[in-house]
């Protein structure tokens, strides 16, 4: 099985939970995390593949942008379409607060100097968020209990 | 193979490119305004459709075509999809087609007015004749896309 971790961006909060799912202890700084603030791999398209779990699951990030729900709508139904189940890809939307100011700094940081005063503070950002990130991973985690 | 065009609501260029794909409407000469209506999600889709993969038919080769919705998400949506379908293992069995540098103004203001402002009366004059206008462009995406499935198909056979 395969395990998606979904958000507005790739490269933050979602690489975060799927950090923090596969175990990983919290860095003192985020820049040790691989892919972190990495818009090139971003800029892809592409799931980002990071490691695979205890279960040998592979786990991957995915930015897509403003509409996460319409993207994960759209992957569940192509994952259908394709003839496979939840078994082969779980999709897992990850949400923070204020998605919208993550988004705002991430696309004014399309400008490299930009790129470099933002990434600290969508760091602190995200390290106001990490409760509710932990949740989302903990239900996830649960999910996996049950099934 | 599945193919699946795309555009920005799934009702007009997606709809117009995966119905001539599947027969519904004659390459040659472009369609009237009633042929277009009849076409299944021409102009009908509402908010909610977004995201949906709608299944349109099968085409004389056997491949699945659908359409897609997708916002403004432009060509990135392809990459999307198609990285989905390469950690299931799918990779080779999908072709995503993005019919938005198709489309024309008319299309889109049209589009817009019929669909998001919900304005039907005005808006659906102008899609259609968009529609008819940006025919040839179309025919030329879809041509480009039947070809790539048939390499598809024919790398398979060899194999």
Not at chain 2, 74 to 87: D, F, H, K, P, T
């Amino acid at each position: 099985m395969n395990i998606l971790f979904l958000g507005t961006t790739g490269i933050h909060h979602t690489l975060i939970a799927a950090h923090l799912y596969l175990g990983k202890p919290e860095p003192n700084n985020y820049r040790d995390i691989q892919f972190w603030g990495d818009r090139s791999s971003e800029a892809l398209g592409y799931p980002i593949f990071l490691d695979n779990d205890e279960q040998s699951n592979g786990v991957y990030s995915l930015g897509v942008g403003r509409d996460v729900l319409m993207a994960a709508k759209s992957i569940k139904q192509l994952v259908e379409i394709l003839n496979c189940t939840e078994r082969d890809l779980m999709i897992k939307p990850v949400f923070i607060k204020r998605e919208r100011i993550l988004l705002f700094l991430h696309r004014i940081g399309r400008v490299k100097i930009v790129h470099y005063l933002v990434i600290p503070i969508i760091a602190y950002l995200i390290k106001n968020e990490l409760t509710g990130i932990c949740e989302q991973v903990e239900e996830l985690k649960s999910q996996f209990r049950f099934t | 193979m599945k193919i699946i065009y795309h555009c920005f609501g799934g009702a007009h260029s997606s709809v117009t490119a995966a119905a001539l794909h599947l027969g519904m409407l004659n390459k040659t000469r472009p369609p009237t305004k009633e042929q277009l209506m009849e076409i299944p999600y021409y102009d009908k889709t509402s908010d909610v459709d977004f995201g949906s993969i709608r299944y349109m038919g099968t085409d004389e080769f056997g491949h699945e075509v659908y359409v897609l919705g997708k916002k403004s998400m432009g060509n990135r949506y392809s990459a999307i999809l198609m990285g989905v379908a390469e950690i299931v293992g799918k990779q080779d069995q999908l072709i995503v087609v993005n019919c938005m540098d198709r489309v024309n103004w008319s299309m889109k203001i049209g589009g817009f007015t019929s669909r998001r402002m919900r304005l039907v009366l005005l808006g659906r004059p102008v899609v259609t004749w968009g529609t008819q206008k940006a025919f040839s462009q179309l025919v030329n995406l879809v041509e480009i896309t039947r070809l790539k499935a048939m390499r598809h198909d024919f790398k398979v056979q060899a194999t």
